[in-house]
């Protein structure tokens, strides 16, 4: 008798589950038009720094409590460097912090990062990458920030984003040294405004 019950309990369980999916896929993912490309900064100077995750740390922390648009999506947010990344985000879904960690590759493409998942948990939870993609495509990400599941890729790009205070390229990751190389480029009007 307590076997019967406990199949029936196990298939109302995964009927819960299938149906939880099927409303989740069926909620409209977030629209996102292309960004404008951002006018190159003439006659600005450009600086290159190397970076590394204690500085990607507190800029996160910084841009958390600062940034509405980051703030937006995330409720905090650390990345290591290594051969690969170990990305640890509470990312915001319909109102609430849901803790993701991300094991990525990072990949430099025309002064932008593209950072390919290649393992992702739920706090301690391993989830497949398509269920990841699935909640990072309905999450409001700037316009600058590009998901593509199909091949498993989160696009920052950097040229794309408004270049207020400065414009950002990515030049170079190196995993020897754990830095990431970036070009700033701070407009005159930028550095004239600070000056006032």
């Known amino acids: 008798m307590w076997k019967r019950l406990f199949i029936v309990l196990a298939a109302l369980d995964l009927l819960a589950v ?18 404008p490309a951002a006018p190159p900064v003439t006659s600005a100077p450009v600086v290159q720094v190397d970076i590394g995750a204690d500085a990607i740390n507190a800029y996160l922390a910084y841009a958390i409590a600062h940034d509405p648009e980051v703030s937006r999506v995330l409720a905090s947010g650390s990345v290591q460097f290594g ?23 990072p990949v430099i493409q025309g002064g932008n990062l593209v950072l390919h998942v290649d393992s992702a948990q739920l706090s ?31 696009a920052l790009n950097f040229t794309e984003r408004p270049a207020k205070p400065f414009a950002v390229r990515v030049v170079g990751y190196s995993p020897t040294t754990q830095k990431l190389s970036l070009d700033l480029a701070i407009s005159p009007q930028a550095l004239s405004r600070q000056t006032s």
């Open 124 to 154: 301690f939870i391993p989830i497949p990458r398509t269920v990841v993609f699935s909640v990072l495509e309905r999450a409001p990400l700037p316009n600058w920030i590009q998901v593509d599941g199909s091949a498993q890729n989160i």
């Open 83 to 105: 051969d690969t990344w170990v990305c640890d985000f509470a990312v915001k879904v319909l109102d609430h912090a849901v803790p993701m960690q991300f094991v990525v590759t």
């Open 18 to 35: 299938v149906a939880g999916l099927i409303v989740w896929n069926s909620l409209p993912t977030a629209s996102r038009a292309p960004a």
